[in-house]
């Protein structure tokens, strides 16, 4: 006894001194799967040649099973099969009339979906009836439901989808987005992979892909505590980092557009890009903190959340092949796994690279050569013909093309019954009139060191102290260049070049630029065909736009030198054309040398904007004039901004920019005249 207790001691002492084994816990990545991909799958085993019926069964001319459109449904959350059927039996009566029976009907099936250990996809046939051409109970059923049991049910359950591919570029995708320093804890949790329990939806059937990860690997990371400001060599390595997601929404959204005829499709892949590029921009003016190791995460997550009920959507159509929707499923399902996995289990070490977003981008063009991360800043002509930018003209047929238009520019003033609130000289008392600035507007961005300095321009050309004959001769030169030969086209464009106005030329440069940025405006109202009631407010907003932005001017000077005007943020010349906005879509060289090209870069970004938000927005207010504050606002910081000024938790620094918009542009449509001395409107 005396020994028995010894052992049970002993025993109690080793429990309670061995180290408890580390606790599990469980992570879902759920792999899903639309019904409508289910059905083409099932369609073309069962009946590879749909415009006539599958021959399961045929013996002599009276013994038969032929099925037609079989279809797969959701109902209740269970799924079902159901298909047309025709069934014969018979035999000839000693050489007289033959003894056939016949049935001609539908079959419905009630299944159940599992997984089998070769990840393929099976049904299992829980019960099945048998209905007439009318929907009910036949006569005589007995030897349908033998030829239905015999060569229809095995051909079901024998039919398997395979879930191995979308498996294997999930894990693949995961591996290639680990912690390069240790990839051990995702291969343990890699290795521990099942399948859950299969459920349904109204839209299809979810697969859960379980992994076990240890309790800490759940744990949130810390944030990062509060920084200063980055510096410029911190802010180049940043930008470089944003480049492969860039480059990445691009392949994709180019990708995604010739399987999207719709226009409403194309509108919100317009948006998504351009929007992540706004959301880059605020990281990189110090807007938006860094508060992370990597803020790449945080612009994909968004970007994700965008982008997957675009292509879920577009994924619903008819008219998509079955390969098409197996790619945007694949796609779908491995990001998404991507973000379950780095939102269950921090502490795997799961990262947004640029091996992970090149293979994600693989997954919608499995054979492309193109490198799916390249990225550059030249014009894209594929990019600008996906969004209906019109092609991309010569220096001297955008000259010519404004040259066209009259030096007299007609007003159209909006519709009285559209206009209950008439432009004042002072903004609406529901926000504080600004003080006037002596200078360009405070609230733009602090400045930030640019990846790569404003580009030196050649020093400036001599300019002509006679100011009639500078502006006669710009005039003369619009009215007639047409007749104009090349050299004198050439020597007209030079004088806008480079040029900096002194204090003595200031009332020319204010004129010709005037007239510029009027007949620019004109020519996108008349393009566009635009409607009267708003075409003024259009040509009003443009020269005010130009003011807040950058003062009427193409150029600077630093160090002596005439370089353009570049903002913080990348935005350049007189219309502050960011680059990283609008990265492919215009020539980056030419705005920064080329003034009309720049101004006519701006008119066509904003025209754009104009149309799709602006309208719609004054229309809801039932004030066309709201329309010049909404388009500016989407001008100054994308889609997500054009209701900014409406919303009372907009920021101070948005306020004050949409007020300076708002003060100017009043100015402008009450006939004002530009002050460039202290960049406003008198």
């Known amino acids: 006894?005396?020994?028995?207790?010894?052992?049970?001691?002993?025993?109690?002492?080793?429990?309670?001194?061995?180290?408890?084994?580390v606790s599990a816990a469980t992570v879902e990545l759920p792999l899903f799967l639309r019904t409508q991909i289910l059905q083409n799958a099932l369609v073309e085993s069962l009946t590879p040649q749909p415009d006539r019926p599958t021959v399961l069964f045929q013996e002599g001319s009276y013994n038969y099973l032929h099925i037609s459109e079989p279809q797969l449904s959701i109902r209740d959350g269970q799924p079902y099969f159901s298909c047309n059927a025709a069934a014969g039996m018979g035999f000839d009566s000693l050489g007289l009339l033959p003894s056939v029976v016949k049935w001609s009907g539908s079959i419905l099936m009630r299944l159940n979906f599992y997984v089998d250990p070769q990840w393929q996809l099976r049904y299992r046939i829980i019960d099945s009836a048998i209905y007439n051409e009318k929907g009910g109970k036949p006569v005589v059923t007995g030897f349908a439901w033998e030829l239905c049991k015999r060569f229809l049910h095995p051909r079901l359950e024998q039919y398997g989808f395979d879930l191995a591919m979308p498996q294997k570029e999930i894990t693949i995708l995961l591996r290639a987005c680990a912690s390069p320093t240790d990839t051990a804890p995702l291969e343990a949790a890699l290795n521990t992979l099942t399948v859950g329990t299969l459920r349904t939806n109204a839209d299809g059937l979810i697969v859960p892909l379980l992994?076990?990860?240890?309790?800490?690997?759940?744990?949130?990371?810390?944030?990062?505590?509060?920084?200063?400001?980055?510096?410029?060599?911190?802010?180049?390595?940043?930008?470089?980092?944003?480049?492969?997601?860039?480059?990445?929404?691009?392949?994709?959204?180019?990708?995604?557009?010739?399987?999207?005829?719709?226009?409403?499709?194309?509108?919100?892949?317009?948006?998504?890009?351009?929007?992540?590029?706004?959301?880059?921009?605020?990281?990189?003016?110090?807007?938006?903190?860094?508060?992370?190791?990597?803020?790449?995460?945080?612009?994909?997550?968004?970007?994700?959340?965008?982008?997957?009920?675009?292509?879920?959507?577009?994924s619903g159509e008819n008219g998509l092949m079955q390969k098409q929707l197996l790619r945007f499923m694949t796609f779908i399902n491995a990001g998404d796994a991507l973000l379950a996995l780095d939102t269950a289990a921090p502490g795997l070490g799961i990262h947004v690279t640029s091996n992970g977003l090149r293979r994600l981008a693989r997954m919608l063009q499995p054979g492309t050569g193109e490198d799916p991360l390249r990225f550059d800043w030249q014009i894209d002509p594929a990019l600008r013909d996906l969004f209906q930018f019109q092609p991309e003209e010569p220096e001297q047929k955008t000259q010519e093309a404004l040259s066209e238009l009259p030096p007299e520019l007609p007003r159209q003033n909006p519709?009285?019954?559209?206009?209950?609130?008439?432009?004042?000289?002072?903004?609406?008392?529901?926000?504080?009139?600004?003080?006037?600035?002596?200078?360009?507007?405070?609230?733009?961005?602090?400045?930030?060191?640019?990846?790569?300095?404003?580009?030196?321009?050649?020093?400036?050309?001599?300019?002509?102290?006679?100011?009639?004959?500078?502006?006669?001769?710009?005039?003369?030169?619009?009215?007639?260049?047409?007749?104009?030969?090349?050299?004198?086209?050439?020597?007209?464009?030079?004088?806008?070049?480079?040029?900096?106005?002194?204090?003595?030329?200031?009332?020319?440069y204010k004129q010709i630029m005037e007239k510029l940025l009027a007949a620019s405006a004109l020519r996108q109202v008349k393009k566009a065909n635009l409607d009267p009631r708003y075409a003024t407010i259009y040509q009003d907003l443009i020269p005010a736009t130009a003011m807040i932005e950058s003062c009427w001017k193409q150029y600077t000077r630093k160090d002596d030198k005439i370089v353009t005007l570049r903002s913080p943020a990348g935005g350049i010349g007189i219309m502050q054309i960011n680059q990283h906005v609008w990265r492919g879509f215009y020539d980056i060289e030419r705005l920064q040398r080329d003034v009309t090209y720049n101004i006519q870069a701006g008119n066509q970004i904003m025209m754009r904007y104009f149309q799709q938000y602006a309208i719609q927005i004054a229309k809801e207010k039932n004030n066309p004039h709201i329309a010049a504050r909404a388009a500016y606002a989407t001008y100054n910081a994308g889609p997500r901004a054009s209701r900014r000024f409406l919303k009372a938790e907009a920021s101070a620094r948005q306020k004050r920019v949409d007020e300076h918009l708002w003060d100017l542009y009043q100015k402008v449509s009450a006939g004002g005249s530009a002050d460039l001395e202290n960049c406003s409107i008198l």
């Not at 007639?480 to 480079?498: G, I, M």
């Open 415 to 508: 519709p009285s019954e559209l206009s209950p609130e008439t432009p004042q000289q002072n903004p609406p008392a529901e926000f504080p009139p600004e003080t006037p600035q002596q200078n360009p507007p405070a609230e733009l961005p602090p400045e930030t060191p640019q990846q790569n300095p404003p580009a030196e321009l050649p020093p400036e050309t001599p300019q002509s102290s006679t100011t009639g004959r500078r502006l006669l001769d710009f005039l003369v030169g619009v009215a007639y260049a047409a007749e104009s030969p090349a050299p004198a086209f050439t020597n007209r464009n030079n004088r806008l070049d480079y040029w900096i106005p002194n204090s003595n030329e200031l009332d020319e």
């Open 211 to 314: 992994l076990t990860v240890a309790d800490t690997q759940t744990q949130a990371v810390t944030p990062l505590p509060a920084q200063a400001p980055l510096g410029f060599e911190e802010l180049e390595k940043l930008q470089h980092v944003f480049e492969p997601l860039d480059a990445f929404m691009v392949f994709v959204i180019k990708s995604l557009s010739g399987n999207m005829g719709n226009s409403l499709h194309q509108e919100q892949l317009f948006d998504l890009l351009i929007t992540s590029r706004y959301q880059l921009l605020m990281i990189l003016t110090g807007q938006t903190p860094v508060e992370t190791e990597d803020p790449l995460r945080l612009l994909f997550i968004d970007a994700w959340q965008q982008l997957r009920p675009i292509i879920e959507s577009s």
């Open 1 to 21: 006894m005396q020994r028995l207790i010894q052992l049970f001691l002993l025993l109690c002492i080793l429990l309670t001194t061995s180290p408890n084994p």
